[in-house]
């Protein structure tokens, strides 16, 4: 595994990983181009990240760091032992990607008159999540993570 000290958030491509039980949160992005995000069975989650690893030259998975985290950091780094792995505060990710559901997709008809704290995304939004990830540890930059 390489070192998160050597790694240039501005010269690479980085998937985040909101991980969990049932389902997880997957996202791609190149500076602050968003390339791929999906919300995936956690049972194929690792297929999933392989084979964006391939289609975009991942080298640094960036990883919310509760439910479950340390178990997949583990099976990630024997699965993919050439992909550097950042764990990411992810705490309130989840409200903050609730948020963000509604600046990407706009409210429409009726639902538009609710307020924003009342309405639920019709989808899980953990790829969402991992985009907050994704976004924490680029404005954090390479200093002070877990790696």
Not at 63 to 91: C, F, H, N, Y
Not at 116 to 143: C, F, H, M
């Amino acid at each position: 595994m390489t070192s998160a000290a050597n790694f240039s958030p501005t010269q690479r491509i980085i998937l985040g990983f909101d991980p969990g039980r049932d389902k997880c949160g997957l996202a791609v992005m190149e500076l602050n181009q968003l390339h791929y995000h999906q919300v995936v069975p956690a049972s194929k989650a690792i297929a999933t990240i392989q084979a964006l690893c391939q289609k975009f030259s991942i080298s640094l998975l960036v990883i919310g760091d509760q439910t479950t985290a340390k178990r997949w950091k583990e099976q990630l780094s024997q699965e993919l032992p050439t992909l550097s792995i950042v764990m990411v505060d992810e705490r309130y990710s989840s409200l903050e990607a609730r948020d963000r559901y509604w600046q990407m997709y706009p409210p429409k008809g009726v639902s538009k008159l609710l307020p924003q704290s009342l309405r639920q995304p019709p989808r899980p939004i953990d790829d969402i999540v991992a985009i907050l990830l994704i976004e924490r540890y680029l404005s954090k930059g390479s200093g002070n993570l877990d790696t």
